[in-house]
């Protein structure tokens, strides 16, 4: 069964191009433009993987990881960050949360992506032995 990814992202190209790259290595994907959507096909398909852009219109992608790891149903989901606001040595999670309870983004990847990384990141995240214990190691 192939692994489903959820990409939300308000730029359509970004998007296209994450879903060009995971259907090319096997994945089945479903995109969203915003968060509200996102939570819908959040709730309707319980992906494997999620890739969040931070800065969307409405409301942020930080905002909706936040809704994410509160959410029961949804808090083991590995969710990676990708931005091209945010510089990937200047990432502080931190600075966006306070709160301690919510756990830092299982990965943070800076616009544009090198797509070697990308995949391995995602193998790393869905692969079925990873344990969650290892979510949040940024070694690959």
């Given at each position: 069964m192939d692994k489903k990814v959820l990409i939300i992202d308000d730029e359509p190209d970004v998007a296209k191009y994450?879903?060009?790259?995971?259907?090319?290595n096997g994945y089945t994907t479903y995109s969203a433009d915003n968060a509200d959507i996102g939570m819908e096909v959040?709730?309707?398909i319980i992906p494997d993987l999620i890739c969040l852009d931070i800065m969307m219109p409405?409301?942020?992608?930080?905002?909706?990881?936040?809704?994410?790891?509160?959410?029961?149903?949804?808090?083991?989901i590995p969710v990676l960050i990708i931005s091209g606001v945010v510089q990937e040595n200047e990432y502080?999670?931190?600075?966006?949360?306070?709160?301690?309870?919510?756990?830092?983004p299982d990965y943070f990847f800076e616009k544009p992506i090198s797509v070697a990384k990308f995949m391995k990141i995602v193998?790393?995240?869905?692969?079925?032995?990873l344990s969650n214990n290892n979510r949040g190691k940024q070694d690959v």
């Open positions: 994450l879903t060009e790259i995971l259907k090319d959040l709730e309707s409405m409301e942020s992608g930080i905002s909706m990881y936040v809704k994410i790891r509160k959410d029961e149903r949804f808090k083991h502080d999670f931190r600075s966006y949360v306070s709160d301690k309870s919510i756990p830092p193998d790393k995240f869905t692969s079925p032995d």
